[in-house]
């Protein structure tokens, strides 16, 4: 039986992040909308509820912009992301299995972000929370 060393294991945990990356940005892309959009209508910007609006639609939009497209690029460009989160290539072996399980989380945390940004857009932004 052939030991693991301490490098084989980091590799592995920077497998398991990679293959986690659409859920990891899906869950701070929550934490960045929801926080930022209860602070800002807890805050009561102005007077004016559609200035407190725009801000957090404006917020909401951006940060969903760009975890999509955080999402899709790690999703593309499949060796580049895992050589910089795992510090090298992913196994031979285990690519395929590796890469489909990947894009299969990606593509449902893109959808999932996809949706939040949509409510975003539809739905008034701080009345539900008075």
């Known amino acids: 039986m052939r030991r693991m060393g ?3 294991n980091l590799q592995g945990m920077g ?16 934490t960045v909308i929801y926080g ?7 805050l009561n910007l102005s007077e ?3 200035a407190g609006n725009a801000a957090v639609v404006t917020i909401i939009l951006f940060a969903t912009a760009v975890c999509i497209a955080a999402v899709g690029f790690s999703a ?3 060796r580049f992301v895992h050589a910089l989160i795992a510090r090298g290539d992913p196994p031979a072996d285990q690519m395929g ?9 990606a593509g449902l945390s893109i959808l999932a972000m996809f949706y939040v940004g949509l409510g975003a857009v539809i739905l008034p932004a701080c009345d539900q929370l008075r």
């Open 36 to 42: 930022s959009q209860s602070l800002l209508c807890a």
């Open 6 to 8: 301490p490098r084989s």
């Open 97 to 105: 299995f590796i890469v489909t399980i990947m894009r299969i989380l």
């Open 15 to 30: 497998t398991l992040v990679f293959i986690l990356v659409g859920p990891i940005v899906w869950s701070v892309h929550l």
């Open 76 to 78: 593309v460009r499949i």
């Open 48 to 50: 004016d509820r559609s």
